[in-house]
Nanobody, 121 residues
Framework: QVQVVESGGGLVQPGGSLRLSCAAS????????MGWYRRAPRKQRDMVAQ???????DYADSVKDRFTISRDNAKNTVYLQMNSLKPEDTAVYYC???????????????WGQGTQVTVSS
């Protein structure tokens, strides 16, 4: 059994910062790509950032230079540091991790439950 649990969302004023965390637990053999998506009200889910095993990162154009993704492989955790937040960043943020379970030969994408980020004055 593998679980992925997010934390760190909340309400923040424009220009403020938040840090999201996403930790995987259970029978884990290895983890490849980790990342974050978000779904704003009345919009489709979009990729925000993702990071490979070698810490190569990709970002959506809308968050470049404001958000930073990082990972701690020893803790099976991915982070999203969000700075200079804007009202248009308001969304439910979902993390994902591509995990190979113990005894498995393939990777499965596991998703977190989602955490609400609201940017408002």
């Amino acid at each position: 059994q593998v679980q992925v649990v997010e934390s760190g969302g909340g309400l923040v004023q424009p220009g403020g910062s938040l840090r999201l965390s996403c930790a995987a637990s259970g029978s884990i053999s290895s983890i490849r790509t980790m990342g974050w998506y978000r779904r704003a009200p009345r919009k489709q889910r979009d990729m925000v950032a993702q990071i490979t095993t070698t810490s190569s990162a990709d970002y959506a154009d809308s968050v470049k230079d404001r958000f930073t993704i990082s990972r701690d492989n020893a803790k099976n955790t991915v982070y999203l540091q969000m700075n200079s937040l804007k009202p248009e960043d308001t969304a439910v943020y979902y993390c994902f991790q591509d995990i190979r379970s113990t005894g498995s030969s393939s990777y499965t994408t596991y998703w977190g439950q989602g955490t609400q980020v609201t940017v408002s004055s």
